[in-house]
């Protein structure tokens, strides 16, 4: 059974909208040969950032798929928001700091390289939104040499819902995707629409955009 | 659910609008260049019960009795400004607001309604609005009749396609009025000729499919 690395930050028993694709996944690629090695945040680390939990998501998910949980520590962030500044980092260290999931999108880097290392896995699948594991992926398959695949469950930088802090910082969001696009092996999408907005605005990757919608 | 009732319901997330309270908030070229820089090219705003509320308010002011029979079910994470905006409008006793479900128990519950409510976004200017809803493959997978109120957009398309959808206009609500009318009067109206191939072509069992051979063309490469 050939094993894939999934990073997804949203995941059972979080009761998130962005949880129910990687699930849904999950559940259902160890009968196509595929073993998933989940890398998410663990059940305080949602509640800490005001998640929901519903333990009901993971009923079906198979035992022997293993999950390996990161708190989602994230000093940084707490000390900015704590003294109401975050907007400091974000705006001058945008890189650094392009979502509130950014310290967790680090903190995971090393032991994903380990984790494919040890077990020789192939794949890495990562479910973006949050960004900022996609930008921290490019560097596991940097060092790991496994083949990414990314799956945009949104646009990022075309998301109606999309916010930065200033144009300047847009246009490094921007470039922050045109590296996660051009860095990945697929990129994968969820509408015909988003596949054709993608290939406008990076031409030379249109062979690494596959579409797969949303489910039930 | 009581029969002679039509229950349209809604579980998730759901903003409040009223657009006598909502001001147009002007953004600055300084705001844009250093602050706030958001994608600007469609009102989600529209994304919200208040043209639903709205045309029951209008269906109750033409036929107190058969509006009676209207009952919006909206649970999970509700703006509290939703029941300020159905005393406003008079439609108290057609609205019912609860709290979060589990998925299981939300689907269940959605399972148990004539009609799932479907609010949606418009594109402004040219664009139309390329975000689907999570919720329509939910409906979908129930097979139910799928009120949509909104602008064009690819889940509008998406729910026509599917033969599940009633589509209309946040700005023409005087289709919708009639709409709940008709299907006051007469539940059959209500009946849907689903898409099967379409619906199942959206099962996680086939979407697995697709991700397996996106990983298997990966290998090639």
Known sequence: MEKVLFVCYFFAPQNDTGTFRSVNFVKRLPQRGFQPVVFTTDEPSILKNGGKIDHTIAKDIPVDIEIVRFEDINKSYSFWSKIKLYRLPWTFCFRKHMDIYAGWSRSIVEPAVEKIKIENIKFIYVSCAPVSAAYSAIKIKKKSGASLVVDFRDPYTDAYGSYFPGKFNFNKANSIEREIIEQSDTVVVNTEEVKKLFTRKYPHCKSKFEVITNGY | ?221
């Not at chain 2, 820089?37 to 009102?43: A, G, M, Q, W």
């Not at chain 2, 040219?126 to 493959?137: A, H, N, R, T, W």
């Open chain 2, 1 to 221: 659910m009581a029969t002679n009732l039509i229950n349209i319901g809604y579980g998730g997330w759901l903003q409040c609008y009223d657009p006598e309270d909502s001001a147009d908030i002007g953004t600055s070229w300084f705001k844009k260049a250093f602050l706030d820089y958001r994608i600007d090219n469609v009102d989600h705003s529209i994304r919200s019960a208040y043209f639903l509320f709205k045309a029951v308010q209008i269906f109750k002011s033409e036929a107190p009795e058969l509006a009676s029979k209207v009952r919006i079910n909206l649970w999970g994470k509700i703006d509290p400004g939703n029941i300020k905006l159905a005393e406003k409008l008079g439609i108290t006793e057609n609205v019912k607001i609860s709290g979060l479900l589990s998925k299981t128990e939300n689907l269940k519950q959605l399972d148990k309604m004539n009609m799932l409510f479907l609010p949606m976004e418009v594109g402004k200017n040219e664009d139309k609005s390329l975000f689907i809803p999570g919720k329509v493959y939910e409906y979908m997978l129930l097979r139910k009749p799928i009120l949509a109120i909104g602008g064009d957009s690819d889940a509008k398309q998406l729910i026509l396609d599917s033969g599940l959808g009633f589509h209309f206009e946040h700005d023409k609500l005087d289709a919708l009025v009639k709409f709940l009318h008709k299907i006051c009067i007469d539940q059959s109206n209500l009946e849907v000729n689903a898409n099967e191939d379409l619906i199942n072509s959206k099962s996680f069992d086939k979407l697995t499919d697709k991700l397996v051979e996106v990983f298997k063309n990966c290998k090639v490469n």
